[in-house]
């Protein structure tokens, strides 16, 4: 397969994801408010749960196309998930002076992702 093939699949991938990301975020907006960065938490589990998911597929021979791994896991996932936006939305929690919430947010981010990619895992291993 050409290069050029696989960066297109990779950029619909990656627009696919970000645009899932903005309509999670702004969903959380709308039921959580914007006091606590739930968007980003969210995205982060899901895009954890997702990744360790695929990444269990192909490790156990499940999916082994170069195409589809790239488009997800490179392209999808990389643009849904957030660990940039974590990192300055912990900032700004800091800079407002508001400890508890940006410990809460490094706690729950760093947690509840690692416990998505490894419940992504052990479904494939059923």
Known sequence: ?????????????????????????????????????FGTLLVNVVGSFLLGFLYSLFEHGHLETTLLRTTIGIGFLGALTTFSTFSVDTIVLF??????????????????????AWVGSQIVKG
């Not at 699949?9 to 606590?36: D, E, P, V």
């Not at 940006?102 to 690692?114: G, M, V, Y």
């Open 1 to 37: 397969m050409q290069s050029t093939t696989i960066y297109i699949f990779i950029a619909l991938g990656g627009a696919t994801g970000a645009c899932l990301r903005y309509f999670l975020t702004q969903l959380m907006f709308q039921w959580f408010g914007k006091g606590f960065p």
């Open 95 to 116: 800079q407002q002076g508001l400890w508890l919430k940006a410990a809460l947010n490094i706690t729950l981010n760093i947690l509840c992702c690692l416990f998505a």
